[in-house]
């Protein structure tokens, strides 16, 4: 007899991708050599406690160092950078079509893929836990504030595997250098810093308090970010028919209300402000270089909750049609909740403003001279390092020949957002400024609108379904001694 919930413990219940990558994953040498190594140091490390205990010192506080040092190499650093092969070796082994063949959505897949190196960062944890319990029987240690280190090791370790996998979605082999050295560098004693500080074990404050403050929008932010990346990775491989954008979107925009709780609860929200406000102009970028998706399957679902999906669509859409719009909505975000917080200032309206303009200019010269341009991430950066680098030259020979030189380019909305930031412009000047950057936005809008005005009429038939096939070509007439 089978009981009801039997199926919750057979490989049935669980993502088929999720029991593949669990069985290879926990099968390689690098997995074994890697675990059993861990061990290998933990119990000398036990020893090394045992000694200095039996000299007569705290075992537990001296080794913290060594300890946490294992714990971030484990999750910050060995297992997020397995996992920048997840999708990587798929593309290169030529599997995700078989992969797609069974039905499973690129949604599907990345998740499984997450799952799977979660699955084995928690093997991990549970094998480092005895050496929590025996830190504690040492002397010295709270093993509180230990069990909450670890667990915030691992919700971080979360998000850096699904950075990884959404990374391993794209080519980015020139990145690899880079965040090997962030990842020893932070797992090495940046990172476990930080989140053993926030327990206020070493200030002398129980867990607890005002911990929360600190915490709580963190913790709310976790499920963002994850999904975010998730998503990013699911779109980069996904087939066109699947809408993954709307997901980006949403997830960025949502990293608003973390900073919002921390100015409820009276905390410091700058540190989640910047943070958010980095994320959601990389969010932009991506909106900005999507290329339009002319199928009904995208937009169908959006009309379906009549005009208040279509309307919600013209910021979600993937496409950069919508991108445009989302942008202008990030943007006007960023100014309200600035002005709210720090009160209204001409020098913040210029900021937005030439942000606005920096993220849609590259665009706006890209449609204009190449519209049928459909991989314009290439050119919009290289736009934006040309007008980077004129601005660099700029600010030299303004400091070297101590002239006016910045008052003839900072028409560029990227060198007035550089000036600006610098606080080159005072309160005065900012206005006039002001003026100047709401002109050029005027007319970068107009540009791009006009863009926007015949892919919009393709957007509003293919909500109301498929576009009708075009008539067959009538075959010409025979010769008449042909009949």
């Known amino acids: 007899m089978t009981l009801p919930f039997a199926r919750l413990f057979t490989d049935d219940a669980l993502s088929p991708l999720l029991v593949k990558e669990l069985r290879h994953n926990l099968r390689t040498r690098a997995f074994l050599s890697f675990f059993i190594i861990s061990q290998v140091l933990l119990v000398i490390f036990v020893l090394i406690s045992l000694m200095a205990m039996i000299d007569g010192r705290s075992g537990g506080r001296d080794s913290d160092g060594f300890f946490y040092f294992m714990e971030g190499l484990v999750f910050l650093c060995i297992i997020p950078l397995s996992a920048l092969g997840a999708v990587s070796s798929e ?27 979660m699955a084995q960062g928690f093997l991990f944890l549970c094998a480092i836990l005895p050496y929590v319990v025996l830190r504690y029987f040492l002397g010295g240690v709270n093993v509180l504030d230990d069990l909450l280190v670890l667990a915030n090791m691992y919700l971080a370790s979360s998000v850096l595997i699904a950075a990884a996998v959404c990374l391993s979605a794209f080519n980015l082999r020139f990145l690899l250098p880079v965040l090997v050295i962030l990842l020893i560098f932070g797992a090495g004693g940046i990172i476990p810093a930080i989140l053993y500080s926030l327990t206020g074990s070493r200030s002398g404050t129980s867990v607890g308090g005002s911990l929360w403050v600190t915490l709580l929008p963190l913790y709310l932010a976790l499920p963002l970010l994850i999904s975010g990346f998730l998503a990013a990775g699911a779109s980069k491989i996904a087939p066109l028919a699947e809408n993954y954008s709307t997901l980006k979107r949403l997830s960025c925009l949502g990293l608003f209300v973390p900073v919002l709780v921390t100015l409820w609860a009276k905390g410091s929200p700058e540190t989640a402000f910047v943070l958010a406000l980095m994320i959601l102009v990389l969010s932009c970028l991506d909106a900005l270089n999507e290329e339009t998706r002319l199928m009904h399957t995208v937009y169908t679902p959006f009309a379906r909750w009549g005009w208040p999906g279509r309307l919600a669509g013209l910021f979600l859409y993937p496409g950069w049609v919508s991108g445009v719009l989302y942008t202008v909505a990030c943007c006007s975000l960023i100014l309200c909740f600035i002005s709210l917080n720090y009160g209204i200032k001409m020098t913040h309206w210029l900021a937005i403003l030439s942000l606005a303009g920096t993220l ?29 680098s004129l601005t660099a030259v700029v600010g030299i020979a303004d400091g070297i020949l101590s002239g006016s030189f910045k008052e003839l380019f900072s028409f560029f909305p990227l060198t007035c957002l550089i000036f600006s930031a610098s606080n080159t412009f005072d309160e005065d000047e900012a206005l006039g400024w002001t ?46 001694g042909l009949k």
């Open 91 to 117: 593309i290169r082994a030529n599997t995700l079509e078989p992969i797609f063949l069974t039905h499973l959505s690129a949604w599907r897949i990345v998740w499984g893929k997450w799952a799977a190196y």
């Open 360 to 388: 849609l200019f590259p665009l706006a010269v890209i449609k204009l001279f190449v519209p049928r341009w459909k991989r314009t991430l290439p050119f919009y950066i290289s736009i934006q390092v040309g007008v980077a």
């Open 435 to 480: 003026l100047v950057q709401c002109g050029v936005l005027f007319l970068i809008l107009t540009v791009l609108f006009i863009r926007m005005l015949p892919v919009l009429a393709l957007i509003r038939q293919l909500e109301k379904g498929p576009l009708p096939e075009p008539p067959a070509p009538t075959p010409p007439p025979l010769p008449p």
